[in-house]
Every structure is written in C-alpha cells, then in structure tokens.
C-alpha cells in the first residue's frame, strides 16, 4: 500500500476524515469517521485539551483500522466566520524581451512579502490570473512579449489562535501536517466543473456558523467570500421569535421549516405558526444572500452569471431556498449533486464534499512536498508558473 494520506475537515460541530490510499493505481479508502468536535465554538478553540483530545481520538481510531500502515501525509480543509480573503495585484516592468521565470517569482514574493496582517495567518495564496500590458489575461504569460506584468492573486487568512491551535493539536498527537486549504476553494473542485467556471456560476457553502461562497467567470474566480451567518443563526431566530428553547427550534427548523411556505403546507401542524416561522427563516437566507448579492453588484455581475447558483451543505439543504435564491438573485438555481467522485459511499454524501475536494487538490497540487509543513512558503511561491498550469 502507498501514498496513505489522511484528510481532515474541521468543523465546530464534528471534524470528518478519511484515510485514503493508491493501490496500484487504484484509488481507494482505508477508514473514514466522523468525530463530535470538542473544545471548539464558532471558531475558537475554547479547550485546548479537549480540541487535542478529540485529534487524538480519531488517531488512535485509524491506527487501529489501518493496521500497521503508516500515514504519509496529512491535509487539513478548515472553514472560519472569520476568515479573511484578500485580492492584491502587484505589478513589474519587464526589462528584457520575453516574459521570464524571474518576473514571475519576483511578484509572488512580493504578494507573499505584503499579505500579511495582524492577529492573522496566511495559510493560502492562491493566483487567479496575469495581466499582460494592462489588457492580455493569461494563466501563463512565460515566453510571451510585454512590457508591464501584473500578477492577481487571493490571500486566505485565518486569526493566528485557531491556526496555532490546529497545529499545537496535530503536533501533540505525532500528526504532521502537509497543506492546510480553506474549504471554499477545495470545494470548488468537485461541485464546479468547467462549464460552472466558464459560464459563469456561484458556489455558496452554507455551514453552521459561517456561510462562504465562490463567484466563477471565464473559467477564473471573480472573487471570494465569508460571512459569520448560518444555519445555526436561523436556529436562534426561531428561538427568539417563536419563544421556544434551542433544541425545540433546531427540532422546528429541521421539521417544519421551509425558506418559501407553499399553500400545500400552511396549516399542516396546527401547533406551528407555518406561516410565522417560514417569515422567520426567509429573513435570515435573505440577508445571507442579499450580502451575496451585494458583491455580485460590485463586480457588475448581478443577474448576469448564466451558471447560477449553486448551493451546498446541509444549511443549503433548507426546503424551497432555492425558490429563495432564485429570487434575490435572478438567477437558475440549483442544489449540489451527491456521487461527486466514485470512491464508495462517501462521494454520495453531501457532508465529505470538503473531504473529497480536499483530497483531489492534494493530488493536483502538493506533490513533493511529503515531511513538510507547509502554509506558503516561498519555495511554493517559485513554483506558481506550475501551480498554474494544473490549475485551468
């Protein structure tokens, strides 16, 4: 057995993994689980301990199951209400006749060199595309004439506490980790194919405690986004409106909620306000799909996206918010399919689509960096004509 890799999905409410391996060829999964997330909330590790303790348990769970192969290689995909996402352009003259390697390596260190921010830490960089003498858009401009380069690139940050916690956790348990990829990116490569990303589509993730999306164009990304709103904020307006406890309103929600009450469904539970408590959960998907909006204005791309939208995860799993999102945005809508790759039962569960996507962009992007602990580095930033090619 070889190229064992083991990829982590932390969540606030259960972090999933799953072992996967090549055997001769053959891509298969050796264990996989889904561990209750202690010591966390809302993106801050609370208990330390606990948040160890919890790492530790899935670990001895696969050493069990994968008995005596070892783990090569450790991916970690994270989603944060807090995460960061920055587009930074930088620029260069270019003083001999053809594009070169080194122009290229000379603006990624300086993105590298500029992006970083207080309290937070850069654990992806990712270039979208180059522009050639202000008008040219290229994914690989190397060879090619010009007399000014700009490289446009996405920095993800994540506060510096929940970064250091991850890495104390998988260190204490004897786990090294190789990447660690925000989920919305990794998601994007099995829910988006080419057509998603050409015509024109937006990816929206909707989580417990953070939604985040991605807007597609041309086969680039126009830009990234999160918000602190989810589906558990939709749990606490229906505690506050309809006065009930917590658990009550999680057990409405998942009963008796719908984002567009239809006539069908007025008055099925005479002791359900229907009508009072599909007000309440528009409200919220309305505000987390306005601020959506909002961004697609600033790109002067509202209405205009021929892909749609595309949602995903469980708070996307709302009844009619399609309906919902069909009407702020104008746009065909649509839920993310199941059977994303054929690797048995979980490529048919929507819950290890961040497992999977994870997964494929190790495969696609982190060859050779086996034993390393990686955030971005300089030497990856060397590599970005290559990333590039893998990545259209």
């Known amino acids: 057995m070889k190229d064992i890799k083991a990829v982590f999905d932390i969540g606030n409410d259960v972090i999933k993994w799953v072992v996967f391996a090549n055997d001769d060829g053959k891509e298969i999964i050796l264990a996989k689980q889904?561990?209750?997330?202690?010591?966390?909330?809302?993106?801050?590790?609370?208990?330390?301990?606990?948040?160890?303790?919890?790492?530790?348990?899935?670990t001895e769970s696969f050493i069990k199951k994968l008995w005596g192969d070892f783990i090569e290689e450790v991916f970690v995909g994270i989603?944060?209400?807090?995460?960061?996402?920055?587009?930074?352009?930088?620029?260069?003259?270019?003083?001999?006749?053809?594009?070169?390697?080194?122009?290229?390596?000379?603006?990624?260190r300086v993105i590298a060199e500029i992006s970083n921010k207080n309290n937070f830490e850069t654990i992806k960089i990712v270039p979208v595309h180059f522009l050639i003498d202000e008008t040219k858009r290229?994914?690989?401009?190397?060879?090619?004439?010009?007399?000014?380069?700009?490289?446009?690139?996405?920095?993800?940050?994540?506060?510096?506490?929940?970064?250091?916690?991850?890495?104390?956790?998988?260190?204490?348990?004897?786990?090294?980790?190789?990447?660690?990829?925000p989920n919305i990116i990794v998601a994007s490569e099995v829910a988006l194919d080419y057509d998603h990303k050409d015509l024109g589509t937006i990816l929206v993730d909707i989580w417990k405690n953070q939604t985040s999306y991605v807007i597609y164009e041309d086969g680039y990304p126009l830009g990234y986004g999160t918000l602190p709103m989810g589906s558990e904020d939709v749990t606490k307006d229906i505690s506050i409106g309809m006065q009930v406890d917590i658990k009550e309103?999680?057990?409405?929600?998942?009963?008796?909620?719908?984002?567009?009450?239809?006539?069908?469904?007025?008055?099925?539970?005479?002791?359900?306000d229907s009508l009072f408590l599909s007000d309440i959960i528009n409200a919220r998907y309305e505000e987390i799909f306005l601020r959506i909006n909002?961004?697609?204005?600033?790109?002067?791309?509202?209405?205009r996206l021929a892909g749609g939208i595309l949602l995903i995860w469980w708070g996307a799993r709302m009844p009619n918010?399609?309906?919902?999102?069909?009407?702020?945005?104008?746009?065909?809508?649509?839920?993310?399919?199941?059977?994303?790759?054929?690797?048995?039962?979980?490529?048919?569960?929507?819950?290890?689509i961040n497992v999977?996507?994870?997964?494929?962009?190790?495969?696609?992007?982190?060859?050779?960096?086996?034993?390393?602990?990686?955030?971005f580095n300089?030497?990856?930033?060397?590599?970005i004509g290559g990333f590039f090619k893998d990545l259209f």
Do not use: C
Not at 249 to 272: C, M, V
């Open 321 to 352: 918010l399609d309906l919902l999102a069909k009407d702020v945005f104008k746009l065909a809508t649509f839920y993310g399919k199941d059977n994303i790759l054929n690797l048995g039962d979980i490529s048919s569960n929507i819950q290890f």
């Open 249 to 272: 309103a999680e057990e409405i929600k998942r009963t008796h909620g719908s984002a567009i009450l239809q006539k069908e469904r007025i008055g099925d539970d005479s002791s359900i």
């Open 378 to 383: 300089l030497d990856f930033v060397g590599k």
């Open 294 to 303: 909002d961004h697609l204005k600033n790109l002067e791309r509202d209405g």
């Open 79 to 108: 989603s944060h209400p807090e995460m960061i996402v920055n587009r930074i352009i930088e620029q260069k003259r270019i003083m001999t006749e053809e594009i070169g390697p080194e122009d290229i390596d000379h603006l990624s």
């Open 356 to 375: 999977l996507g994870t997964y494929v962009w190790s495969n696609k992007y982190s060859e050779g960096r086996k034993g390393v602990w990686l955030k």
């Open 138 to 181: 290229e994914k690989d401009p190397i060879g090619m004439k010009g007399k000014k380069l700009e490289l446009i690139a996405d920095v993800f940050m994540i506060p510096k506490n929940i970064y250091n916690g991850i890495i104390d956790a998988f260190e204490k348990v004897g786990l090294n980790i190789v990447d660690i990829v």
């Open 34 to 58: 889904m561990e209750p997330t202690q010591g966390m909330r809302k993106g801050k590790i609370l208990d330390a301990e606990n948040f160890v303790n919890t790492i530790n348990k899935i």
